[in-house]
Nanobody, 125 residues
């Protein structure tokens, strides 16, 4: 089993920045990819970004150029640096993990096996 714990959410003004962290524990050696999704009230859980342990990454079009995903393999931690935040970025952000590195290209939440509890990000106007 794999456990994921997110941190770093909060309230920020339009144009501000936040950095989310996701620490993985358990059978982390089995993981091929980790990613971030977000879910706003009344909406589906949407893909944000993903990264393999070798560094390959993908991004949703809506965050390209503003968000950066990175990882620290020694700490089994993935980060999401979010810059130029907009009110429409407001959502609960979830960390996800998958055994297969190919999942890095999947933007479907159902493709990801492990999930964190989520952290709230609120961007005020």
């Amino acid at each position: 089993q794999v456990q994921l714990v997110e941190s770093g959410g909060g309230l920020v003004q339009d144009g501000g920045s936040l950095r989310l962290s996701c620490a993985a524990s358990g059978r982390t050696f089995s993981l091929g990819a980790m990613g971030w999704f977000r879910q706003a009230p009344g909406k589906e859980r949407d893909f944000v970004a993903a990264i393999t342990w070798s560094g390959g990454s993908t991004y949703a079009d809506s965050v390209k150029g503003r968000f950066t995903i990175s990882r620290d393999n020694a700490k089994n931690t993935v980060y999401l640096q979010m810059n130029s935040l907009k009110p429409e970025d407001t959502a609960v952000y979830y960390c996800a993990a998958s055994i297969s590195s190919d999942t890095v290209r999947s933007m479907r939440a159902t493709s990801w096996a492990y999930w964190g509890q989520g952290t709230q990000v609120t961007v005020s106007k």
